[in-house]
């Protein structure tokens, strides 16, 4: 049964043109168990093409006070997805026009819809089926006939872990926050970390990373400096060149840094960037003096694109170089062992193709 996304569906919680979910019928939670529902009430979008099923997963989900909206198709459900950003997905998989299984594929695929949970709600059988689901990227499966308790219990379990995932991403934004307020506090480094997250993605994309690799360089972009938050500002914001002991003290940016960001699981990849992309190959570095492949390869990308950002942009004791002679510079640094001479080559490439 294909209603499609008009208006006037008589299952639909709220029409297309509306913001945000709505349950058109609210049931209260008591007084006894409001605490508990607090952390599992969430908004959910139920995708089935057939009203019955639509209806009667509504009803079940409705004693737990569910914010309910519906889709009719996996077409439909990736629009309102896109939009909406529900806190959880349950969906049947024999659909018409765009199945259960792509559709969450496409959603687990897409940076900003892959941390919201989908169930799969299906009467296959086969091994295979369930493979095939895993493979898409479902979070949890249901088999049909449904059953009300064991559906409601897995939808409050994925909604918990999802307010979770959501502190994270909210500390994560707070500490990115943070860090371009660092940079904002001086006039001559304003626009460095969404150059310098520019520039490290791009160089990364050109040489074959893989997405998630690329995604921590331009990530460690924007925080490769957040430990300058515990730098004092007669320093940091010093208009001529540091002492040795003004200097030694900046260079505890990347130990302070380093420590902010192992409080983020989710920023391994990018914790090695934050300390490492101040050490030099041939081990006069900082703050470990490592030596050679022992740097990290995504902290080597991000020293050297952090070099030719510092170097084309105007500081208060220097002019900015035009690129051609910031990649003779960066080719002076390759000769004196300090990093990658392929990696350097391939930025020069970048940057002339007009690629950065």
Known sequence: MNQGLSTDNPDRSISVSRPSFTNREPVAASSSNAADLASSVGRILVVDDIEANRKMVASFLARDVHCVEFADDGRSALELVARDHPDLVLMDVMMPHVNGFDAC?????????????????????DSQDRIR?????????????????????????LIRIKRYTDDLDTAESVIVSLALTIEARDRYTEGHCQRLAAYAASLGRHIGLNDEDVAALARGGFLHDIGKVGIPD????????????????????????????????????????VRHHHERRDGSGYPDALRGD?????????????????????????HALRPDRAFEELLGEVERGWHRRDLVDALILLGRQGRL
């Open 294 to 318: 022992a740097i990290p390869l995504l902290a080597q990308i991000t020293a050297i694109v952090d070099v030719f950002d510092a170097l084309t942009t105007e500081r208060p004791y220097k």
């Open 234 to 273: 007669a320093i940091l914001l010093k208009p001529g060149r540091l002492t040795p002991a003004e200097y030694d003290v900046m260079k505890q940016h990347a130990i302070i840094g380093d420590r902010l960001c192992g409080e983020l699981r989710s920023r391994r990849r990018v914790r090695p960037i």
């Open 105 to 125: 594929r496409a959603l687990k695929q897409n940076p900003a819809t892959r941390l919201i949970p989908v169930v799969l709600v299906t009467a296959l059988q």
């Open 133 to 157: 689901g895993h493979d898409a990227g479902a979070d949890d499966f249901i088999s049909k006939p449904v059953n009300a308790h064991e559906l409601r219990a897995r939808v409050r379990s």
